[in-house]
């Protein structure tokens, strides 16, 4: 069974700082999705990274995606209230297309 | 464009009922993917689903089963229903498979008592 560990599980933050959020697995993934789930909502995606070593940047996240393809970060510069919320990292399994490992996600609060 | 719709919202229900959950994709959407999320074990696979076919599985017993339309739309079905499978049951589409963009619908809150 592939597992996805995400730390820190909880993240307390105030308004402009810095965090970073870790995703990590004894396994291989194809890729590697990002998502941030509200409350009362479905999660939606924010980045997919396929390649190792790969580097993606939306505003201020930064998404990295391990050389070995088994781990991935967010950080996010100058929190804002607005990305109060649950992130969730996904690894899409080496060989099929048709299966997505989530990890149990990180809880931010971020706090004006 | 319309998002991915789950009926119903919420729901409540007893030990020992079943239960028919159902999902509309985005049009054009082929793939359908089911999850059930709990805050103990996070968001888990169920099964997806692609042009009427079960493509894959998650490791859940027998009681959970699902189908796919002609239409793309799917329904998944829970019978005898235990108190552990309270938790919000998700539906993602996608248009041909999962390392693509998958788009969540709200979820199916379901409380069993």
């Known amino acids: 069974t592939q597992l996805l560990e995400q730390s820190p599980q909880f993240l307390s933050i105030q308004e402009g700082e810095n965090l970073t959020v870790y995703c990590n697995s004894s396994s291989v993934f194809s890729s590697l999705q990002w998502y941030r789930q509200e409350p009362g909502e479905g999660p939606v995606l924010l980045v997919t990274?396929?390649?190792?070593?790969e580097v993606k940047k939306l505003k201020r996240l930064t998404f990295q995606f391990g050389d070995a393809r088994k781990d991935s970060s967010l950080h996010i510069t100058a929190a804002q209230p607005g990305d109060t919320g649950l992130y969730l990292c996904?690894?899409?399994?080496?060989?099929?297309?048709?299966?997505?490992?989530f990890g149990k996600g990180t809880l931010l609060t971020v706090n004006p | 464009k319309a998002g991915v719709t789950q009926t119903p919202r919420y729901l409540i229900k007893t030990r020992g009922q079943q239960v028919t959950l159902s999902c509309s994709p985005i049009s054009g959407h082929r793939s359908v993917s089911w999850y059930q999320q709990t805050p103990g074990q996070g968001l888990q696979f169920l099964f997806e689903?692609?042009?009427?076919?079960?493509?894959n599985k998650g490791n859940f017993p027998g009681r959970f089963s699902g189908r796919q339309f002609s239409n793309s739309r799917s329904e998944m079905n829970v019978s005898t229903l235990e108190l552990g499978d309270s938790a919000l049951y998700l539906c993602a589409s996608s248009l041909d498979n999962i390392g693509v963009e998958q788009f969540f619908g709200p979820g199916t809150r379901l409380t069993v008592l």
């Open positions: 990274v396929v390649t190792g070593g």
């Open positions: 996904a690894g899409v399994s080496m060989g099929s297309n048709y299966k997505l490992t």
């Open positions: 689903y692609f042009s009427e076919t079960q493509r």
